[in-house]
Each structure stands twice: as C-alpha cells, then as structure tokens.
C-alpha cells in the first residue's frame, strides 16, 4: 500500500510540474508583444514578416486559417489542462502532433543517451571515490582531484572537439568510431564525454562522504573482523555513502539533457538537439513547450525514484 502511495505521489508530482510549466510559458508568451496567430504563420511560413504586397485583407486570412488550424488562441489554462494529458498541441513548423514528434526516435535516443550518462557517471563516481579515499593525501587521490578540476573547467563542446581529435580522428589513436552511422559503439564516445563532468561532481561530494563514514566505529568494528579492504571500502563505506549521493542525480539529469543537446550538434547525432534547434530558428513555440515540460516530469518522476530508491537502501528511512 505504501508503495502505491509513493508511486501516486511521484505521478502527481509529475503531472503538476507539467501543468505549471506548460501553464507559466503560454502565460509569459501571451505578455509578450504581437499575437501567437502570427507567430504561428510566420513559423509555418503562410505569412512572411515585413511583405509590403502582402495586402491587409489577404494578411487576415491567412491569420484566421491560421487560428483555426492550431486552435489559436487559447487561454493557458486550457493549453496547461491539455498538457497534462499529454496533448501539447500541433507543431507550429509542419503541423504534427508534439507528443509524436517528441516520442520519435530522436527525441527517445536523447533520453537514452542521458540516462546511460547518468549511470555510468554515477557508477564511476563512486568507483573512483573509493578508489582515492583510501589514500587521501596519497597520489591517486591528487591525480583525481586535478583531472576532476579540468573536466569542471573546460567547456563542453571544447570538451568534446578534444575528445574527438584524440579518439576518432587519430590523433594520436583512432580507437573509436562516430557519427550517425557508426552504430552503438559511436555511442559510446558521446556518452563517456557527457558522464565527464557529472562524474567529477560525484566523486567530489562521495570522497567527502567516504573519509567521514570511514571513521565511524562500525568501520573499525568490520575491519576488526577481518572484512577486506576492497569489501570495506566498495561495499560497505560506498553505501553508506551512496544515500549522500543519490540526491544529486535529479539535477545531474538536468544538466545532462541540456547537455545531451549540445553534444548532438558536435557529434552530428540526431536528436531532439537538432529537432529544438530546427524549432527555435522558426519559432516553434509548442515544441519547445512541450520538450521543457516533458523534461521536467522527468526530472520531477527521477527525484521520487531516488527518494523510494533510498528508502529500500536505507531501513532508517523506511522507518521514518
């Protein structure tokens, strides 16, 4: 019953940040100057801006198809209630459904490149915490701190060029494919550059976290007991840390679907990077709608698997 609960909770969550999201958007662009008829013409190119032979008459109706075509204009409201069924309207650009054209491929290879990122930066985070904490003034632990500095300070997208002269390119070894044809192998590479930076911040809060519990008593009293090292250290010491940890994971989902979209346009993936770039050069304004409140859902349903994720991991918060 109490998972029940939970799970109705986290949808509701989910639902809500849709409807506030969708419903402060529409609100913000209906402030904006000029009119979302027109904005919606010039996106689906029926009406090209500054035309001085376009005549006032033919300009008004092409604006009346245009509101009867995407139900223009509507109160946010009802574009919010909308949402919340998972109706964010029809594409400005070529008149599709957005929920279609989000749950394609591309948008779903985002996702998936994201969440593998999330894993594997979470996964080497902590390896590479347990690994280092273990001599904190010892080498590894100065040769992670300074490779963690770098990979916070470097840009992205400078980032990844690196990453594809040293790798792909041969320079000094050819040793990974890329590009859209390369298959899941030239996944790989994309995904290792994504997981840099959230790794780094991984390791920086879990070594924290690690060189306190590893004074507790209980670590003494394992130890005591003959428990090895590497159990000490990977297993016991990485779990208890693991609860300090996990919280970060919604906003590392954040940062990763941003940066999924840029690392699409130097890796030259498809993806919803080229698809939000297409839409904001025309000014597709349900699209990018739809994408902000589908990502925050996803986001908002991230944060309460943490949350249950935590309670199995730790009794206390069952308990609590």
Do not use: N
Not at 28 to 40: D, N, V, Y
Not at 103 to 118: I, K
Not at 187 to 216: D, F, N, R, T, Y
């Amino acid at each position: 019953m109490s998972l029940l609960l939970a799970l109705g909770r986290a949808a509701g969550r989910a639902w809500l940040a849709i409807f506030v999201v969708t419903w402060l958007s529409w609100s913000l662009l209906e402030c904006a100057p000029g009119k979302s008829s027109e904005r919606a013409a010039v996106a689906s190119r029926s009406l090209i801006p500054g035309d001085i032979r376009m005549s006032a008459a033919l300009k008004e109706r092409i604006l009346v198809r245009t509101r009867a075509e995407f139900d223009l204009p509507a109160r946010p409201a009802a574009r919010a209630l909308d949402a919340m069924r998972l109706d964010f309207g029809l594409s400005w650009r070529d008149a599709t459904p957005v929920s279609s054209e989000l749950a394609s491929g591309p948008g779903l290879s985002t996702v998936a490149r994201s969440l593998a990122a999330l894993v594997l930066a979470l996964l080497g985070g902590m390896w590479a915490a347990a690994y280092s904490s273990q001599h904190v003034r010892g080498r590894r632990h100065k040769a992670l701190s300074l490779l963690t500095s770098l990979c916070l300070s470097v840009p992205l997208p400078w980032l990844a060029m690196l990453a594809i002269d040293a790798l792909v390119y041969g320079k000094p070894l050819a040793l990974m494919p890329s590009g859209p044809d390369s298959g899941v192998l030239g996944m790989l590479l994309p995904v290792l550059v994504m997981a840099l930076v959230p790794a780094a911040v991984v390791w920086g809060h879990a070594s924290k976290a690690m060189q306190v519990i590893a004074q507790q008593p209980w670590v003494v009293a394992s130890r005591a007991k003959g428990t090895s090292e590497w159990r000490v250290w990977h297993i016991l010491i990485a779990r208890s840390a693991a609860s300090q940890v996990l919280p970060l994971a919604p906003v590392l989902l954040a940062y990763l679907l941003s940066a999924s979209l840029i690392i699409e346009r130097v890796f030259a993936l498809e993806g919803a990077g080229a698809m939000l770039a297409r839409a904001a050069e025309v000014g597709d304004v349900p699209l990018l709608i739809g994408f902000a409140g589908l990502s925050v859902a996803g986001i908002s349903l991230a944060s309460s698997a943490v949350e249950l994720f935590l309670r199995a991991l730790d009794p206390r918060r069952r308990e609590s």
